[in-house]
């Protein structure tokens, strides 16, 4: 539990620890390696890429925020690399989640209906963690919360890790601007990015592919510089590299945004 500030009074319960055994129970984002039950498969694999994936930052001694935590991956690298605190964080509620309005697909006719299938997805995600966790014997602190309203009580960071996130939600400022309101020096933000300085966003749905109902907007360098300028940051670098999905089967270009604090 940790004090809160003047303007941020609310009670903060940290997630207790789940007794997790059986990966039947799990859904794997991250491949991990894990002690016990070897190499298991998630839709990515960050392994060996870490530094890489966070820009080269820092994290020895740092206060490091998770955000999007899934399985834990970075997470757990954060530990290895010296984080004297990690707070994992992920989302508190299916509905919290918005997806693109398909007229055919369970999201849009039944709301309730696709929130308890989606949650019970979302638990698996969460029981993948909380066997990592264990086993990795981990240190990290958990908080299930809303994304767009992370209390002041949490604390403050120094560094707050945003990887493969911001594209899934509808509204990505307000989200980075909750963020860095609990960051000191450094935010990563890892994203799909238009490589230009015009202040531009680019629809990434379409109608004809329901099955892509979960990624938005994919925003210009312009519109990052702006709103890190808004939220008191200036971006110090932007490196961009390939990771490995497993799903497809195939390497994706990702940008790693690197944000200091003015």
């Not at 003047?6 to 997630?15: E, Q």
């Not at 939600?169 to 980075?176: F, R």
């Not at 238009?194 to 994919?218: G, K, Q, V």
Request: glycine share 6%.
């Amino acid at each position: 539990m940790h004090k809160g500030d003047a303007d941020d009074n609310r009670s903060i319960v940290l997630v207790k620890p789940r007794h997790i055994d059986s990966l039947s129970d799990c859904f794997f984002y991250h491949t991990m390696d894990i002690p016990g039950f070897g190499e298991v498969r998630g839709q990515w694999d960050l392994r060996g890429r870490f530094n890489n994936y966070v820009g080269g930052v820092n994290l020895s001694g740092k206060k490091v925020l998770d955000v999007g935590t899934a399985t834990g991956f970075l997470s757990f690298e954060a530990e290895k690399r010296g984080a004297a605190r990690v707070l994992s964080f992920d989302m508190s509620d299916p509905r919290q989640f918005r997806c693109l309005p398909f007229k055919d697909k369970l999201y849009y006719r039944d709301p309730e209906r696709w929130a308890e299938q989606y949650g019970a997805e979302i638990e698996q995600w969460k029981n993948a963690y909380w066997l990592c966790h264990r086993v990795l014997e981990s240190k990290a602190e958990v908080f299930y919360g809303n994304i767009y309203d992370l209390p002041l009580a949490l604390g403050q960071f120094d560094v707050a890790i945003v990887g493969a996130v911001l594209e899934h939600l509808s509204d990505q400022i307000t989200a980075l601007a909750s963020i860095a309101r609990l960051t000191k020096e450094t935010v990563v933000v890892v994203t799909p990015l238009l490589e230009t300085e015009e202040r531009i966003a680019r629809f990434h749905a379409s109608a004809n592919h329901p099955e892509n109902d979960f990624t938005w907007w994919i925003y210009s360098v312009g519109i990052y510089y702006e709103v890190f300028k808004m939220l008191g940051f200036s971006i110090a670098r932007i490196t961009h590299s390939q990771y490995y999905y497993h799903y497809g089967d195939r390497l994706e270009k990702r940008s790693t945004i690197v944000a200091v604090r003015d």
